[in-house]
């Protein structure tokens, strides 16, 4: 390990942010970060976090996405709402836990009837802001300000969430894509090093389908998924960051030859058989399973999922390499970011103070529990503590290492474009997955939708 990755682990996550807001000026050198990444210290003790507990029975329900009782970060959940209840016996927390995708459709249809549960998930930027100029979100910037809070956040993440100088939500990471791999099932197929060229890629694809191994884990029935490997692709084919600026600012259009380079790409994989046989009709927690329980060799996806791949049956087999150049194109230490998703609070809520008063210890005390948990990889609090010292494994602090890297790179599309044309997008690629359609035919969808909702 080398000197970069035996910094405080605060340090590695915040210069990171840094790098991914550098366009904005956010970037400061690196002494100062490393001065100012020190969070202030977490309370032990569920009622120091918040007011006193008073006797009214206060029920709050709590929307989530951690549907995999193995993970980390539903043990954190778990661990950290039992703590709390302890603390406040008169406070029941109902979870409602969901998968990603049913929990974007179930809260669009508690929108639309103005029942938006007392706290939820929701994603940065583009994605929240129909939920924010409805009126169903609650300000925090007054929670924000109990007990420090909001100086445990990475500098300028806390703007991704933030409407009007009020911010809506507070994200549980802050991360970067990368690929997976099975270091054995590499080496079962004859493969000696990661692809550091799509070319490359593509040709560790045959190999592992020859060998009968599943090249690249996937579940597409979330469509979320295909269209994050997509964008890394898409990255690649324009040279850099910014195409789906680009287009919002009329510079390009979806049928620029880097996008159609991209979706050419992205079928030369699935025609490759890079994935699961039937990959639509498969879950992202069971598409993560199929990897995480050594029957794929590769799996394109967020840092948040080290530690659950740590805590998995392939546990000490997997390491991770940044996507690979293509055609010639882009800059490894480029990535696809990934701003969490953010716990929100319904403005609608029955008991709003009390939901805020437990959100806050839940928020305050969460980069702490997960580092415990060796799960603090990719949050978007800083934590203070040395990897190597607290036993993080080798993956984490290889991916740790990437973070260092960092030179920039965009948001998720459904991050960044309307809802009405990042459903098309999402729609559009998961189709893709079905049959092969012309990659022109691919880009005039796209570039319709846009036009159309504007």
Avoid at 45 to 62: L, Q, R
Avoid at 201 to 230: H, N, Q, R, Y
Avoid at 397 to 414: R, T
């Amino acid at each position: 390990m080398n000197k970069k990755t035996k910094r405080t682990f605060s340090f590695v996550m915040s210069a990171t942010l840094a790098l991914s807001l550098a366009a904005c000026g956010n970037a400061n050198n690196n002494k100062e970060n490393a001065e100012a990444t020190k969070a202030p210290e977490t309370t032990d003790n569920a009622a120091a976090a918040t007011k006193a507990p008073s006797d009214e029975k206060v029920t709050i329900t709590f929307q989530n996405i951690y549907p995999d009782p193995a993970a980390p970060s539903t043990q954190m959940l778990k661990a950290l709402v039992e703590e709390y209840t302890a603390a406040h016996p008169n406070v029941t927390i109902e979870l409602d836990t969901l998968n990603t995708d049913q929990q974007k459709v179930k809260l669009k249809t508690q929108a639309a009837s103005k029942e938006v549960p007392d706290i939820t998930i929701v994603n940065p930027a583009a994605q929240m802001k129909p939920f924010v100029d409805a009126g169903l979100f609650a300000p925090l910037n007054d929670m924000l300000d109990q007990n420090g809070l909001k100086d445990t956040y990475q500098e300028g993440l806390l703007d991704y969430y933030s409407f009007d100088n009020n911010v809506y939500a507070l994200p549980d990471g802050n991360n970067i894509e990368v690929v997976y791999y099975n270091k054995e099932l590499f080496k079962q197929a004859g493969i000696e090093k990661t692809p550091t060229t799509f070319e490359e890629m593509l040709a560790d694809v045959k190999i592992l389908k020859d060998k009968g191994i599943t090249p690249l884990a996937i579940g597409e029935k979330d469509s979320w998924t295909g269209s994050f490997l997509f964008m890394n692709i898409l990255l690649r084919t324009n040279g850099g960051p910014g195409f789906l600026q680009d287009v919002m600012d009329g510079k390009k259009t979806f049928e620029d030859p880097a996008f159609i380079e991209a979706v050419d790409a992205f079928q030369q994989l699935v025609q490759a058989g890079a994935f699961p046989d039937g990959a639509t009709s498969i879950d992202a927690t069971a598409g993560g399973n199929i990897f995480k329980t050594g029957k794929a060799a590769m799996w394109v996806i967020g840092s948040w999922e080290t530690g659950a791949v740590d805590a998995s049956s392939v546990g000490g087999k997997v390491g991770a390499f940044q996507f690979p150049t293509v055609n010639g194109k882009g800059n490894p230490n480029e990535f696809m970011l990934a701003p969490g998703s953010g716990f929100a609070i319904s403005a609608n809520s029955e008991h709003l103070d009390a939901t805020k008063e437990f959100l806050n210890f839940f928020t305050l005390n969460l980069p702490k529990k997960q580092f415990e948990l060796k799960n603090a990889v990719g949050l978007g609090q800083k934590v203070d503590g040395d990897l190597k010292a607290a036993g993080y494994s080798d993956l984490a602090i290889e991916v740790a290492e990437l973070f260092n890297n960092v030179k920039g790179g965009d948001l998720a599309f459904d991050n960044t474009m309307n809802p009405a044309t990042a459903q098309v997008h999402l729609s559009s690629i998961q189709n893709l997955f079905v049959q092969k359609v012309e990659s022109a035919q691919v880009a005039k969808e796209h570039q319709t939708a846009f036009e159309a909702n504007k």
